[in-house]
């Protein structure tokens, strides 16, 4: 589950494809290819006032408003030291950081580029990019792998400092948590807690890595000890939740989702959980709407409705399933020989309760079913996730 809220997935999932339509090209002989087209209205951006540096440097200027916190006056001494020297990577570096914290991610991303083209180890940079990918920019596979790749990249460096080193380490946790990388995930939050043991960002990414990891009985401890947590008590209310619910204590259960629920609604509202029967039903129909090329390959393949993930499915390879996942696909891809006892030896699962969690309505329900099967039916054609992940199926 991503700290940018338990949506951002299936979001994605639901908008990955969606595309501005081209205009339609009017017929050569109509009005309407003979006018002008209608001029389109450019916003103007507001002008940077001039650095007030104070006698400083423009350069240490930028550095001291950031410091203290004072984006705006930062971007204007920063964007001097750019323009004074275009080929300082701590300039642009600067500029970066600035307009990331005015929310200017797309001036921001080019300001980070730019520093890291001139200079690709640049440790604040590389760490400010990192953050503008895995944290602050809308959850998606491709910005999570440029987050990875900067804090990675920036851990490697021979000179990292013992300061750099925990924030690096932070960032990589969060952005291969939300890749589902828990194993090199919980790695990483350890480093930063071994040095800041108070960490509770740290905290949260160790116990959702254990989540993910299936390490039930420990990531319990984690997420109880961050109820209390302004800023993560929602997130571990809701998976003390998800816990409960795989033990049976339904009750329990349902007390700590009313919990994330009140603490943080529009992360945690109510999901449209269907009845059994209405979600067999809907199972049979998205089968039926399928192409006829798939419902010949899911010939003799049942696709069963299933309440939640079972622990021997989650733990039947290495590393684990994650305990969120929406449906499996068990058995060997056909043209492959079955090598059990089973009969059938391939079926697929979707899971009730984890597909109405990652969802906000009916209609969504309906079609992340579809996307759902459709990335099963890929694991039984033989694709990997990666492949999948690359057809907009992740």
């Not at 602050?136 to 080193?165: F, I, N």
């Not at 684990?320 to 043209?335: N, Y």
Request: hydrophobic share 40%; aromatic share 4%.
């Amino acid at each position: 589950m991503s700290r940018r809220g338990p949506f951002a997935l299936c979001l994605l999932l639901l908008g990955a494809c969606q595309r501005t339509s081209a205009p339609a090209v009017p017929d050569a002989g109509s009005p309407v290819a003979a006018s002008a087209p209608a001029p389109v209205a450019v916003p103007v951006p507001e002008p940077i006032p001039t650095c007030r540096a104070a006698g400083a440097a423009p350069l240490d200027a930028a550095l001291d408003y950031l410091d203290n916190g004072k984006f705006p006056e930062a971007l204007s001494c920063a964007a001097q030291a750019s323009a004074l020297e275009p080929d300082s990577a701590a300039a642009h570096s600067a500029r970066g950081e600035a307009l990331a914290a005015l929310n200017r991610t797309a001036e921001a991303q080019v300001a980070y580029a730019r520093a890291l083209a001139i200079d690709p180890g640049h440790p604040d940079a590389l760490l400010g990019a990192a953050h503008l990918y895995a944290v602050q920019l809308p959850s998606s596979r491709e910005y999570d792998e440029l987050g990875a790749l900067y804090a990675e990249r920036g851990l490697s460096q021979a000179d990292v400092s013992p300061e750099s080193l925990p924030r690096f380490a932070l960032v990589s946790a969060m952005a291969l948590n939300d890749l589902g990388q828990a194993s090199e995930a919980l790695q990483r939050a350890q480093l930063v807690l071994a040095r800041e043991p108070q960490n509770h960002e740290a905290a949260y990414e160790k116990a959702l890595a254990l989540f993910e990891l299936c390490r039930f009985a420990e990531a319990k401890s984690a997420f109880s000890g961050l109820v209390n947590d302004k800023e993560r008590g929602a997130h571990a209310h809701y998976h003390l939740g998800l816990l409960l619910e795989r033990e049976g204590k339904w009750k329990q259960a349902q007390t700590h989702f009313d919990k994330a629920r009140a603490l943080s609604p529009e992360d945690f509202p109510v999901p449209p959980t269907p009845s059994q029967e209405e979600f067999r039903a809907e199972v049979a129909r998205a089968v039926s709407a399928l192409p006829e090329d798939m419902r010949k390959d899911l010939s003799g393949v049942p696709v069963r409705a299933e309440e939640l993930p079972a622990d021997e499915d989650l733990l039947s390879g290495e590393p684990p399933l994650s305990p969120a996942i929406l449906g499996l696909f068990r058995g060997p891809p056909l043209g492959e020989p079955c090598d059990g006892t089973e009969t059938p030896c391939r079926s697929v699962a979707l899971y009730r309760l984890n597909l109405a969690r990652a969802v906000r309505s009916r209609a969504e329900l309906r079609e992340q079913i579809r996307v759902t099967l459709l990335h099963e039916v890929g694991h039984l054609r033989g694709e990997d996730d990666q492949e999948l992940a690359a057809r907009g199926l992740e």
